[in-house]
């Protein structure tokens, strides 16, 4: 079950083998297995001691240091009830005694798991943590420390980025990301579910492959079927998700919500300023900001500064594919999915009406965005060839048409690649009319931007192109399905 993460493996491999004590941070979005990949990890290893205790979401200063406590006597006094202290300085300090009595041929990896919930108000857990790593655990080098979360922007900012006694302290770090197309493919595999590369794309446009979402599919179904059960049965899993998602990962989530639910209106993005000026008096001050960049740590959004356009200012858009499908899908009949089961086969009706023709393409979209390193590969790009979106909208009454380009390329070479991204059910034909919206679509970025550089123009297509004399004019390279499902070297 890690063939996913060998990335993470090495970096996990040459942790725990280093001559040296350790500090390393994790962190990764709620659902996509970083307690697992630690614990599978660690498990067989014989040479180590591991000392493995989880913060508990909303839990009192007292049950935190309680529950940290009994791990201790679990790991180190086999099993004995040890009396806890009142502070994190005194549990700090029993810690300490407890490693000392370990013996000098074995390492300790201390697993801090949900750290983020440890840290309850006053708690001065950080500031503990701070001496002790410094004053004790760092003389030790035996010892490989982990501090894990969910609040991805908790973990950057306190303890990555941090400006105390812990600044520069972190040897390691892993963002650990929903897996790609590649290792989603993988993944289902080993749990039996072999389907195609345009099932399994359907999966992920509902999943974004999360680990914890695919490892409830059952092998024997179609991409249809699987999607059905996982959101549209009476508890089924994706139903409650959504709520518990963003109170587990952010302080005042409903502001995160709220955000999210406005950027979800806008395809193409939002730019910092209007998103503000719609949310109005729920944003104060550095509030906003800050949001943002906690749904942009924890890969719910991107932002951007659209080429050639920067003095616009920042863009956000909504990127995360189980919220985009939850808030098009699953909200709107949510009471009735409560109450009562739908009739079967709810979802593969609603896939020939242009509701879904709208949103697979915005999916398919999102797709894209996270495999940009394929998409750049499959073009034969090279690695300094900086990937952007770009917008004109005339002013109001104007005669000049907008253009909208879904993705392009900045190249070293004195070029752009310009690409096109298209869903559909079967292979895409560009007709006279589709061919003219191309060529205008060149024709305003050019005179907008000014740009005298090569301009080429891509397809990113789920299901390919069919040949015509217009494809042969106008398209200078595909990007197929298969290209996204390869593997990111």
């Given at each position: 079950m890690?063939?996913n993460?060998?990335p ?18 994790i962190?990764g ?7 697992f990949l ?5 498990k ?18 007292v049950?935190?240091?309680?529950h ?9 006094y086999?099993g ?5 202290g009142?502070?994190w300085d ?7 005694k ?6 000098k041929?074995?390492k ?5 798991d ?6 309850t ?21 035996r010892?490989k420390?982990?501090?894990c ?12 980025n941090?400006?105390g006694?812990?600044?520069?302290r ?17 993944f ?17 446009m509902?999943t ?17 079927q699987?999607i ?7 508890k ?11 109170s ?10 709220e955000?999210?639910r406005l950027m979800?209106?806008?395809?193409y ?8 000026r ?15 960049k ?18 616009r ?5 909504l990127i995360?594919e ?5 808030l ?9 999915l409560i ?6 086969g709810?979802w593969?009706k ?10 697979s393409g915005?999916a398919?979209?999102s ?7 394929q ?5 034969k ?5 900086i ?5 004109y909208?005339?002013?109001?009454g104007?005669?000049?048409?907008g ?9 070293a ?7 096109e991204?298209?869903y559909?059910d079967?292979?895409f ?8 919206k ?12 000014r ?7 891509a397809m990113?297509s789920?299901?390919g ?10 398209i200078?390279?595909?990007?197929t399905l298969?290209?996204l499902?390869?593997?990111?070297e």
């Amino acid at each position: 079950m890690l063939l996913n993460r060998e990335p993470e493996q090495k970096i996990l491999s040459e942790f725990l083998e280093s001559d040296k004590p350790e500090f390393m941070a994790i962190y990764g979005r709620r659902r996509i297995g970083k307690t697992f990949l630690i614990r599978e990890f660690f498990k067989n290893k014989k040479s180590i001691i591991f000392f493995n205790t989880m913060g508990s979401k909303d839990g009192s200063l007292v049950e935190q240091i309680r529950h940290f406590t009994k791990e201790i006597g679990n790991t180190f006094y086999s099993g004995a009830v040890l009396k806890h202290g009142k502070t994190w300085d005194e549990t700090f300090d029993l810690l300490t005694k407890a490693i000392n009595i370990v013996p000098k041929n074995k390492k300790i990896v201390l697993f801090l798991d949900e750290f983020p919930w440890m840290a309850t108000k006053k708690s001065r857990l950080l500031q503990n943590l701070d001496y002790y790593w410094n004053q004790h655990w760092s003389q030790n080098k035996r010892i490989k420390l982990i501090i894990c979360g969910s609040s991805a922007s908790w973990i950057i900012n306190k303890i990555i980025n941090n400006k105390g006694g812990l600044h520069n302290r972190i040897t390691r770090q892993i963002l650990l990301e929903p897996l790609d197309l590649y290792a989603t493919k993988r993944f289902l595999q080993t749990i039996g579910v072999k389907l195609n590369n345009r099932q399994i794309l359907q999966i992920y446009m509902v999943t974004g492959g999360v680990p914890y979402y695919l490892e409830s599919i059952k092998k024997g179904l179609s991409a249809t079927q699987i999607i059905e059960q996982l959101a549209f049965r009476k508890k089924s899993l994706l139903l409650d998700e959504f709520e518990n998602l963003f109170s587990s990962l952010f302080s005042n989530h409903e502001i995160c919500v709220e955000m999210i639910r406005l950027m979800s209106q806008y395809r193409y993005g939002i730019g910092q300023e209007e998103l503000f000026r719609e949310m109005g008096k729920n944003i104060k001050g550095k509030l906003g900001i800050t949001k943002l960049k906690e749904l942009e740590d924890a890969g719910f959004i991107i932002s951007f500064k659209p080429i050639f356009h920067q003095r616009r200012g920042i863009y956000y858009k909504l990127i995360d594919e189980y919220t985009l499908f939850y808030l098009r899908w699953i909200e709107p009949i949510k009471k009735t999915l409560i109450k009562k089961v739908l009739p079967s086969g709810y979802w593969e009706k609603q896939q020939d009406s242009a509701a879904w023709a709208s949103w697979s393409g915005l999916a398919f979209e999102s797709v894209c965005y996270k495999h940009l390193p394929q998409i750049s590969a499959a073009l034969k790009l090279s690695p300094t060839a900086i990937p952007s979106t770009w917008r004109y909208v005339p002013t109001k009454g104007s005669k000049e048409q907008g253009a909208q380009i879904d993705l392009l390329f900045d190249r070293a070479d004195d070029a752009i690649t310009l690409c096109e991204i298209k869903y559909t059910d079967y292979p895409f034909t560009i007709d006279k009319q589709y061919a003219q919206k191309i060529k205008n679509k060149i024709d305003v970025f050019k005179k907008v931007t000014r740009t005298h550089k090569q301009i080429f123009f891509a397809m990113i297509s789920g299901t390919g192109i069919n040949k015509s004399i217009y494809s042969d004019e106008l398209i200078d390279d595909i990007v197929t399905l298969d290209d996204l499902f390869k593997k990111d070297e």
